[in-house]
Every structure is written in structure tokens, then in C-alpha cells.
């Protein structure tokens, strides 16, 4: 890729990124080995509080999919800081999400469809990546999605 094409097309899909987040507790935002960065875990957020909710409950998959689609732009926000230019990125490696959801709901996989949807939409084919999506009784500070990844830098 040129060293211009992440952020025009940042630009193009109206996606502003923030700066990157402090660590809530003991551990680092991001960190790596080799050519791989872990990015930990990032909770949703809306206008810069946590988004509390449990699908299934309180919200709706479609809400959910939002919240994940805005936590992959604060996980780029964290990824830019990282790399200082999103355009060493090769490729989006793994995606884990966890989903605040009640024992019936089974659609975290719809949900995390937010997050892996913004990240093709971003980085094309290099966006594509190996997922799990998981519903779990609780997130930190009631969120109502959290979302980790690993990338591959060049």
C-alpha cells in the first residue's frame, strides 16, 4: 500500500481517529513481539463513557454491532499511537470479542460483526482475520462489548 491509502480511505468512510486510551488497571494498551502487536482488550465506549448494556437484556443486536464497530476505531486509535502509521499494518490476525449478553442470547457472532466488518472495510483483504466471539455474564464496568486483536506489521 502507498503510505497514504489507510488514512484516505479513513477519510473516505468519515472515520476520525482519537487518541489512543490509557490502561484502566495493570497492563500496557498494546504490546509486541516480533513483527505481531497484541492490542488489549478495549471496552465500548459512546462520546467517551463506557457503554453499559447486555444484549438481550437491555440492548438489541443491532445496537451491539454499533458498539463493536466503534470499538474497532478505538482499537485502530490505539494501533495508530503503536505504529505511528496505520499503513505498516499486513494484515488483522485475530479478533477476540467478548459480548455482555444473557444466557439465551446467540448472537455475539452478529454483534462482533461490527468490529470485523470495519476492519475489511479499512484494510480490504488484509482486514479479513481468524475470530471468536463469546457472550460472558459481565465486562468490566458493565460494557457491553470489549474487543481484543492482534495484527501483523510489515
Known amino acids: 500500500m502507498q503510505s497514504h491509502d489507510i488514512h484516505q480511505r479513513l477519510k473516505a468512510l468519515d472515520i476520525e481517529l482519537s487518541p489512543a486510551g490509557a490502561p484502566a488497571a495493570a497492563y500496557v494498551m498494546s504490546a509486541q513481539s516480533g ?21 438481550g437484556a437491555t440492548m438489541s443486536t443491532d445496537e451491539g454491532r454499533a458498539a463493536a464497530r466503534a470499538v474497532a476505531i478505538d482499537l485502530l ?41 470495519l476492519f475489511v472495510e479499512v484494510f480490504g483483504e488484509a482486514g479479513k482475520h481468524a ?16 474487543i481484543e486483536a492482534c495484527v501483523e506489521l510489515d
Do not use: W
Open 35 to 55: 513483527n505481531l502487536v497484541y492490542l488489549s482488550g478495549h471496552i465500548a465506549k459512546k462520546n467517551g463513557n463506557v457503554r453499559v448494556g447486555k444484549l
Open 77 to 117: 486509535s490505539t494501533l495508530q499511537a503503536h505504529t505511528g502509521d496505520l499503513n505498516r499494518v499486513k494484515r488483522i490476525v485475530k479478533v477476540m470479542s467478548l459480548v455482555n449478553s444473557t444466557p439465551d442470547f446467540t448472537e455475539q457472532h452478529l454483534v462482533t460483526n461490527g468490529a470485523s466488518e
Open 131 to 146: 475470530r471468536s466471539a463469546f457472550g460472558v455474564a459481565q465486562i468490566p464496568l458493565g460494557a457491553c462489548v470489549e
